[in-house]
């Protein structure tokens, strides 16, 4: 029943802001982003881990968000796709993503972004198959893969991060 | 300042949006006090209801309605676009699994979910039917009541039409080869990673509409003819979807939510999972038999297609599907005698609709692979037959239809050299080669408004759903040629129907053309605005003065429109209105009621190995190439020619939905239905475009988007074939069915030397 939904406090620090609340112990990270921070930017999908459309970083790590429960994320660091860039401009990601044709509907990249980050960070200079393997949790049904990779490539490249 | 004209690739008009975070689709907009809305269904696919019972879920705290048949105007209001079939909710009887039989609206989605739990229905499930052969049986039951189909010899049978196509007669064809074989396709579903969402809200004495629709204007008629009210009542607001691929072109939950919000008053949203998404959309599969009659020189003589396409249990646009995918099925090629006989076939499954491609992939997957065999049959190199028959310019293909409208060769020989056709291969490698033919749009109507305001900068009003296909960017280069002005000042209006003038519909590959064309008319009829205020300022007759490009140009030199707008405009501003129109009517008389607007011609070509001890296919090149008359953005283009021939390698290599003996989809979701991923692509794809200018859309562009993904099964079959002597005529070529057919593999000396 609605009102006996027992709720836990937590304390997370989203895009760097640290935000104090009271979510129900059997909602998902996503929920608490989507719905109570209305931070819309991540996506909702297949809620199984398996597109990648909810990916999120979690003190640096890529974790998809409808597989991790709010509560699980108590005390964590959480960058989405809204923290990506320095205030008011883009990344060199999100450049990239718009020169290379990366983005078709756009309601993969959120993800793809989030995920090809944490990829540059673990390996500055990856080649074509690590960045394919690296963001083969993320579908793109556009299927922009190809510039996807492209994207990734001129950054690492660039090496301008 | 730079103009993006026409021929160049600017960055996506929307693009930082979608990379920022901040596009809204449906899903992502909020609505003060709005109820979030699950439904109940049952676990089969084909069920007698007998009774339901809501009083337990009408407890929960928090739920505000329980939404069943008996609440909604009786006799329960159907809907359809081409046949009003479809009831807002279950009436007695659920013809497919995930038809909803009641719906819950709660102030929280957990007291939706547990409500929804709580519905008690007390059904009888009955046998589903889930195959062409099962839906043929005479003895079947019929799934559609025989009286919503008076006076239809059919009604008795579960074949909802008929369609009977050609020209000349196959059977006094003279042929010196028959080649005849029997091809199944699957069913596949569209997987657009935004599952379709919808909500409602009173507005007023109306209604307003939230869809992830490519039809906003076909879906306001169907919700106010619904709900018997009038179109001005009735606004439909039509974020960008997150990828439609012809699913979202049609109305499916957007009634039921709107009963919802009218009955509590408060807005109502539905955002459907994943797996629910499978239960509401997906393509036809089809039984295709092909007969191909042949001259010993690979001429054709005639083709003889009959296809049987398994729909859903409502019509939705299927038997459109099944009509216009199967009437250009004998192909890009002069062929004397065509006979064709479509049948769309009605089943206890999710409703077929369009998918990128519409009914051309199941004909085009037999067809090409039928030519494949005869060629081989014939000694004839598999290329040398294509370009033997394919159409050349201004040829006839189906009579009383358009003619060959572009250098089909061309577009071949081009596939050809970058596959390098004819070279010699690694062994165990193949090489395969198909033609993709699709009619364009047979209708059409499309309105724009553009606004040239008084500091020069520009709105475009058109009601083209950008899906990802990029129609913003395409119309605001449109315009910025036209009108001279950067993409920075263009803004391009959609989604809105109160705001947007009427668009029919986003579907066939047609916007560039159609809504390009009423840009470039409104553009134009801004010109013309501009060109008699320069005459009335420099008090001149107007046919002394051009307009073109963004420049007037006078008698004594040339002036960007800015320097002409301002002053003519006046100390009290105000803008220039201009409209544009792009119409083809139907032709009553046509088999389609109407001709191509253009046709999407494509040419695929494959080389492939296979792992004899998996048979798992390995592509390792994988060729497309379109003809696209003029690239107007040539990224865009690329994107949407690679991404469709990726969606193509889903259905070849690995998509297929299983159902049970229940009648439910056993593989719904991300897990059991995989779609292509980054590590599934070919090692290399390339795209090439012919532009000849020679298409009936601005700047001479045709449409284009979905030849791309029409002829990667059999292009990518005949290369298995090549590589391995294993003949398949079932998709998708899984690992398993291709290890099953290298075993059944007809033995030959050359393949015995080959296995050793």
């Known amino acids: 029943m609605t009102e006996m939904i027992a709720t836990v406090p937590i304390e997370i620090t989203v895009n760097?802001?640290?935000?104090?609340l009271e979510v129900a112990a059997h909602h998902s990270l996503l929920d608490v982003l989507r719905d109570e921070l209305e931070l819309t930017g991540t996506k909702e999908c297949c809620l199984v881990g398996e597109c990648g459309a909810c990916t999120v970083l979690l003190d640096g790590r890529i974790v998809d968000s409808c597989l991790v429960l709010a509560v699980e994320a108590d005390g964590a660091e959480i960058t989405t796709v809204e923290g990506l860039g320095p205030e008011g401009r883009l990344s060199a990601l999100q450049q990239a993503f718009l020169d290379k044709g990366a983005v078709q509907c756009g309601f993969c990249t959120p993800g793809q972004l989030v995920a090809a980050?944490?990829?540059?960070?673990?390996?500055?200079?990856?080649?074509?198959?690590?960045?394919?393997?690296?963001?083969?949790?993320?579908?793109?049904?556009?299927?922009?893969?190809?510039?996807?990779?492209?994207?990734?490539l001129a950054v690492a490249e660039g090496d301008d991060r | 300042m730079t103009v993006e004209r026409v021929g160049s690739s600017p960055n996506r008009v929307g693009g930082i949006d979608r990379v920022t975070g901040a596009q809204q689709y449906v899903a992502d907009i909020r609505l003060a006090d709005a109820l979030e809305v699950r439904l109940v269904t049952l676990d089969c696919g084909h069920a007698r209801i007998i009774s339901i019972d809501t009083s337990a879920a009408e407890q929960v705290p928090g739920v505000r309605l329980v939404m069943t048949a008996a609440d909604l105007p009786q006799p329960v209001p159907r809907f359809g676009p081409q046949f009003i079939d479809r009831p807002v909710i279950a009436v007695g009887e659920t013809k497919y699994h995930g038809e909803p039989v009641a719906a819950v609206a709660a102030d929280t989605k957990d007291a939706a979910e547990e409500a929804a739990r709580l519905v008690r229905v007390e059904y009888e499930e009955l046998p589903a039917i889930v195959t062409i052969a099962a839906a043929l049986d005479p003895?079947?039951?019929?799934?559609?009541?025989?009286?919503?189909?008076?006076?239809?010899?059919?009604?008795?049978?579960n074949v909802l039409r008929e369609h009977r196509f050609g020209w000349g007669d196959v059977d006094a064809a003279d042929a010196d080869l028959i080649v005849e074989g029997r091809y199944t396709f699957p069913i596949v579903t569209h997987f657009a990673i935004e599952p379709h969402a919808f909500m409602a809200a009173p507005d007023g004495d109306g209604i307003a509409i939230w869809s992830s629709i490519q039809h906003p204007n076909w879906l306001q008629r169907i919700v106010a003819s619904v709900l018997q009210m009038p179109l001005s009542k009735v606004r439909v607001y039509a974020p960008d979807p997150g990828g439609g691929f012809g699913g979202k072109q049609h109305t499916k939950l957007e009634p039921l939510i709107a009963f919802m919000a009218l009955r509590t008053g408060r807005p109502c949203r539905l955002i459907l999972s994943?797996?629910?998404?499978?239960?509401?959309?997906?393509?036809?599969?089809?039984?295709?038999?092909?007969?191909?009659?042949?001259?010993?020189?690979?001429?054709?003589?005639?083709?003889?297609?009959?296809?049987?396409?398994?729909?859903?249990?409502?019509?939705?646009?299927?038997?459109?599907?099944?009509?216009?995918?199967?009437y250009p099925a004998a192909g890009p090629y002069r062929v004397p005698n065509?006979?064709?006989?479509?049948?769309?076939?009605?089943?206890?499954?999710?409703?077929?609709?369009?998918?990128?491609?519409?009914?051309?992939?199941?004909?085009?997957?037999?067809?090409?692979?039928?030519?494949?065999?005869?060629?081989?049959?014939?000694?004839?190199?598999?290329?040398?037959?294509?370009?033997?028959n394919v159409a050349g310019r201004g040829d006839a293909l189906n009579p009383v239809d358009t003619h060959c409208d572009g250098d089909w060769q061309q577009t071949v020989r081009t596939a050809a050299e970058l596959i390098e056709w004819g070279s010699p291969l690694p062994p165990g490698r193949g090489r395969g080669i198909a033609l993709g033919f699709k009619s364009g749009p047979t209708t059409g109507l499309s309105y724009s408004t553009v606004r040239l305001?008084?500091?020069?900068?520009?709105?475009?009003?058109?009601?083209?759903s950008d899906m990802g296909q990029g129609a913003r960017t395409i119309f605001a280069q449109i315009a910025a040629t036209e009108l001279g002005v950067p993409l920075e000042r263009i803004t391009v209006i959609s989604g809105d129907t109160a705001v947007v003038p009427y668009d029919q519909q986003t579907s066939a590959s047609r916007s560039t053309v159609l809504m390009g064309n009423a840009i470039l008319r409104a553009c134009r009829d801004v010109q013309d605005q501009v060109r008699a205020m320069a005459a009335r300022l420099h008090g001149i007759d107007e046919s002394a003065i051009t307009v073109e490009q963004g420049t007037v140009r006078l008698p004594d030199g040339e002036v960007p429109i800015i320097d002409i707008l301002?002053?003519?405009?006046?100390?009290?501003g105000g803008e220039l209105i201009g409209n544009g129109m792009s119409r083809k009517d139907a032709e009553p008389s046509h088999p389609l009621q109407g001709t191509a607007a253009f046709f999407e011609f494509n040419c695929t070509a494959i080389e492939a190995a296979v792992d004899e001890a998996t048979g798992d296919i390995t592509i390792f090149r994988h060729v497309t190439v379109s003809d696209v008359g003029k690239a107007l953005n040539p990224l865009q283009v690329a994107m949407q020619d690679e991404g469709a021939a990726i969606q193509g390698l889903g259905h070849t290599l690995m998509e297929h939905y299983i159902y049970d003996d229940h009648g439910r989809i056993r593989n719904a979701g991300a897990i059991d239905y995989r779609i292509p991923t980054s590590m599934d692509l070919p090692f290399e794809l390339r795209s090439a475009i012919v532009e000849n200018e020679d298409g009936p859309g601005p700047y001479g562009a045709k449409g284009m988007s979905e030849g791309a993904l029409l002829c990667v099964a059999p292009a990518v079959a005949a290369a298995v074939r090549e590589a391995t002597g294993a003949v398949i005529h079932e998709l998708p070529l899984t690992p398993e069915r291709v290890w099953a057919a290298l075993q059944e593999r007809p033995v030959t000396g050359q393949d015995e030397e080959a296995r050793q």
């Open chain 2, 453 to 464: 305001l008084s500091d020069g900068s520009v709105l475009v009003f058109a009601g083209t």
């Open chain 1, 117 to 152: 980050q944490a990829l540059l960070a673990e390996n500055a200079h990856p080649a074509v198959p690590e960045i394919q393997e690296g963001l083969a949790g993320n579908l793109c049904r556009c299927a922009c893969y190809e510039q996807i990779t492209e994207a990734v």
């Open chain 1, 16 to 20: 760097g802001r640290r935000r104090a």
């Open chain 2, 274 to 326: 994943l797996e629910q998404t499978f239960q509401q959309v997906r393509r036809t599969c089809a039984d295709v038999h092909v007969r191909t009659g042949l001259r010993a020189d690979g001429t054709l003589v005639f083709q003889d297609v009959k296809a049987d396409y398994l729909i859903g249990a409502y019509a939705d646009i299927a038997d459109r599907v099944v009509a216009k995918g199967s």
């Open chain 2, 139 to 157: 003895d079947a039951e019929l799934v559609e009541d025989p009286s919503l189909r008076p006076d239809d010899p059919l009604a008795r049978t």
């Open chain 2, 566 to 572: 301002k002053p003519g405009l006046g100390r009290m």
């Open chain 2, 338 to 388: 065509v006979r064709i006989l479509a049948r769309s076939v009605l089943s206890h499954t999710t409703p077929a609709t369009a998918f990128r491609g519409f009914g051309n992939p199941q004909v085009n997957w037999a067809v090409e692979s039928n030519l494949d065999e005869g060629a081989r049959t014939l000694g004839i190199d598999r290329l040398e037959i294509r370009l033997r």
